[in-house]
Structures are given as structure tokens and as C-alpha cells.
């Protein structure tokens, strides 16, 4: 009797495992081929990404290929080209600029591939199915409200001055306006009722932004802008910095340029090694940290729905662990609002970096600093 019922429970395992094969998997050896084009390795984040998607699809018995271009939009075309001539069931991209993308992506419509815009939106497209990203105007407003306290900033008081730089992102990335829009709309009542002076005068977005999100480029700026306007002994009290790649440039621009003694508060984004150093050292002041193997996570789920030729939605939302919101209302990509997938950005500092980074497991201690896990 005994060896009948596990013969029976075999039966069934085989028969529900079998099932399973045929509701998710599509391809012609019965796997689903899931192809991902990253922007580069040379800014950090995006070999987490890469890493964490790739092991979350194989985890789950998916075949993946990983392509990272370079920074260069039109390798991207081409490594975005093979992958849909490779008979890839759902494109993941991560845009290096989110407008060059439209016409290879229609080769991936008429093949009716669907597309998740990962963490940047491609725009001008209808063949973006879905966008996961984080709230991207929070991480921007999250910098910009840090400053307002590290600094004690009140409107009712005009007695106390600071001087700012502002230092964005790349502008062929649709996201560095969210930010940059986000720490400004905090920030720009203290300019206007001259609280904060921009002593450079840069504060439109194009003048502030670095192409490629490059370390180098935001160094050389912000060289200058210290050779032009605070060789005098002005001082420098913030440099707000989109994010850490543009941070680190800016650090550096500082520590070798900056006339003054004081310390300067520096704002970033990803939680970079190379910032988390810093921000143990004390040369910035914090990070906006987004948990990118959440993002892999959400991704995966909205990938295997569309596979599995069902909808996600609203209620998908509230299957993760992490907090994610379902925007329906927030991102136009040109051709109407792509449904989103948002999570949740946090502050790191030197004061919650154990709590924030390391007790959730993203980090762990390499003697004083943080480093990646795994
Ligand atoms: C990402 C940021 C990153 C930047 C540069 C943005 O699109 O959202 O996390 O710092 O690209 O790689």
C-alpha cells in the first residue's frame, strides 16, 4: 500500500511538474529564452542588475542572455538586434539613451516580443510593455530634503546663507530629469527667497548635466566651476549630485580644488563602493539607496506573467515582500503611460548604513566599509 500511494505521489509530481513546463515555458527545447541588454559594466549598478536578473531567470529554469553595450547606443542597437533574432520570448532593456531605441524595438513588436523597460523608460514606442523602476522623483526629492536638514533650513529665517552646486545625470536617460526635478522642487524655495545661492548660476538642467553619468566629466566641471567662482575663498556648503557615479567626481574635484576647510555635504544615489567608503570617511554626506535585487525580483514576476500570456496588473503589486507601487498615471514614454512598477528608495548615512545595507544582507563589512554582497 505504501509503495502504491508514493508511486501515485510520483505520478501526479511528474504530471504537475509537466504542466507547469507547458504553462511557462515556450521555446522550442521547452525553455523560455529571456534576453537582457544592460547599458555598461563601468558604473556599478548595472552588474548588480545583470547578476541579479540572470540568477533569478536561471534560478527558475529560464535559459538568459546578458548583453551589456558599452555605453554606446549603438552597440546597444545591434546586441538588441541579436537578441531578437536569437527568438528571445521577453526583452528586458536597460536604455543607454531612451530615444534611440524605437525602430530596433519595433522589429521586436512585429515579432510580438514583449519589452520591459528596466529602470529607465524607453520612449516613443508602443512596444514597451511594462516599466520597473524606482520612484524616481522621490530619490531626487529625498536628496534635496536631507540637505534642507543637514543644513536646518527655515523660510521664516533668511539670517543664515549657503552656497550650492547642483551636479545631474545623463539627459539621454529619462530618469535624471526625475531627479533632478525632485531635489529642485524642494530646494528652489530656499533659492528664491535667497537662502541657497548658486553661486555659478548653473541651475537649469542642461547646465548641470553629465553626459554618460560620467565621474571624469563631473570632476573636470566642477573644477571649473570651483576655479571660477570659489578660488576667492567663497564658500561651498552643498553639492547636490544625482548620484554616486557624478558624486565621486565631484568628491574628488573638492578634495583636490576646493580652497575651503569645510565640509562640503555631497548627495549620491546607488550606494556604490567606492561612495560607501566615502560616506565612512566622511567625505559624503549620504546616498539614496535602491535595492536593485528587488528590482530583478519584480522584473522576473512581470516577465513570467507575460510568458504565461497573462496580464500583470495592480494585484501583482501586492504579491512582493518589498514595498511596490502600480503606477498607471506617472510615465509617458510619447505614446501614452507605460504601466509602471515603482519601489521604494531609502537614505543611506553613516548612521544607518548596518541597519539599511549590511542587517538586510545587500552588504556586508570588508573590514571598516561596506561592500556587495555575494
Ligand atoms: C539609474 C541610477 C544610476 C544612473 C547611472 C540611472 O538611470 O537609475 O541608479 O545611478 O542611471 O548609472
Redesign the pocket.
Known sequence: MKKFISALISVILIFTMAFAMVGCKKGDDGVSKIGIAM??KS????NRDGTFLKDEFEKKGYTVELKYSDNNVDQQVSDIENLIADDVDVLIV?AIDGESLTKVLDTAAEKEIPVISY??LIMNTEAVSYYV??D?YT?GKLQGEYVVDALGLDLSDTSTTYNIEFTA??PA????GF?FNGAFDVLSPYIDAGILNVVSGQTDFEQVATAS?STETAMTRMQNILASYYSDGTVLDVALC?????ALGVTNAIASDYAGTNTVIITG??G?EANLANIVDGLQSMTVF?A?ANEAVVTVAIAELLIQGKTPDAALADTFDCECAYDTSSYDNGTGTIPSYLLVPSVVTVDNIEEELVTPGYYVWSGEYPVAAG
Open positions: 547599458p555598461t558604473l556599478e549598478r548595472w536597460a529602470d529607465r523602476s524606482f524616481n530619490v545625470g545623463d536617460d529619462n530618469n535624471a531627479f553619468w544625482s548620484n554616486d557615479s557624478t544615489q546607488d556604490d535602491k536593485v
